[in-house]
């Protein structure tokens, strides 16, 4: 039996695997972007979560620029949350420079409500 054989009626190419012919198939290239953290999570998410809309996006290339996106929304989002809770909250260089520990603290707090927003509006949807 040959190694590889075409099938003209598909236009694919079969190699033999043991006793079974199995298609030689590859996904499409994807452009290398960064994933950050957000797109990660939302990565996880979506292969534990939403696995029909995981594969959809893996096999036709576009998961990774999809991330991407995901990505930049969420990390635009996170930035202005922590910056109009910090000016609402009177959270300035001023308390930083004065009582530094009581500013951590408070970005901090502010930071992790921020986090939380993003999540649930972007990558847990």
Excluded at 70 to 97: M, P, T
Aim: hydrophobic share 35%; glycine share 4%; net charge neutral.
């Amino acid at each position: 039996m040959e190694k590889y054989i075409y099938n003209e009626q598909n236009g694919l190419w079969f190699e033999l695997q043991g006793d079974y012919y199995l298609p030689c198939l590859k996904l499409p290239e994807e452009p290398e972007v960064h994933i950050g953290i957000w797109g990660q999570r939302h990565r996880r998410y979506l292969k534990s979560h939403r696995r029909a809309l995981y594969t959809s996006l893996l096999t036709s290339g576009k998961l990774n620029s999809y991330l991407a996106d995901i990505n930049r929304q969420a990390e635009e989002l996170f930035s202005r949350l922590v910056k109009q809770i910090a000016e609402s909250e009177n959270i300035n260089e001023e308390l930083k420079a004065t009582d530094t520990t009581a500013w951590i603290g408070k970005m901090n707090n502010v930071r992790n409500r921020a986090a939380e927003v993003v999540s649930e509006e972007i990558i847990y949807k």
